[in-house]
């Protein structure tokens, strides 16, 4: 059981901290600057094969980890723009194991989640770098258990999320000798 926790969470699980300082977003915030390209470094040579090859038993596929972050972090960049236009809206949450069931998540190319990362990730980044103090500080409801999350928590979250599937990526890759 150690071992499958170990392939699932290969960072572990997101801590954040209690009190998010300024180093903290900034660190984040540089995480989600160079995933597009740390990303596509890891991938760009893969072939067919380990692109289809799961990070683990039971797990999704390379291709699908890469469509997933791409329709996630789509979900974040609109969630941040909710809790800064909006009053604590309740958030809506999608089926991330539905949508990597999906044929685009199970057989397009990589390169259109690539490409996307990029943009999204330019867009983002652009929109982190001039938040105010109070920006940081509004936050949306998330639905499951009804948990309020700060902007500045979201960021966190995401760069987490970044680092957790490039993880799971390069560990396969590792082990597999690619």
């Given amino acids: 059981m150690e071992e499958l926790e170990k ?3 290969p960072i572990g ?3 954040c901290p209690k009190d998010i300082s300024k180093d ?3 660190i984040w915030i540089k995480v989600l600057e160079t995933l597009p390209e740390r990303l596509s470094n890891l991938v760009n040579n893969f072939s067919e094969n380990q692109l289809n090859t799961p990070y683990r038993k039971d797990g999704w596929t390379v291709r699908q980890v890469i469509h997933h972050m791409a329709d996630s972090h789509h979900h974040s960049y609109t969630r941040f723009k909710w809790a800064l236009t909006e009053n604590r809206p309740l ?4 089926e991330e194991k539905k949508w990597s069931e999906l044929i685009d998540a199970r057989t397009a190319p990589i390169s259109l989640s690539l490409s996307y990362l990029t943009a999204l990730h330019a867009k983002l980044v652009y929109l982190l770098t001039r938040l105010s103090a109070e920006d940081l500080k509004v936050s949306y409801i998330h639905p499951d258990g009804n948990v309020n999350v700060s902007v500045a928590e979201n960021i966190g979250k995401y760069a987490w999320h970044s680092n957790h599937h490039f993880a799971h990526i390069e560990n ?3 082990r597999q000798n690619w």
């Fill in 7 to 9: 392939l699932k969470y």
């Fill in 13 to 15: 699980h997101f801590e």
């Fill in 24 to 26: 903290d977003i900034e």
């Fill in 91 to 94: 958030i809506k949450v999608y």
């Fill in 172 to 174: 396969l890759s590792l």
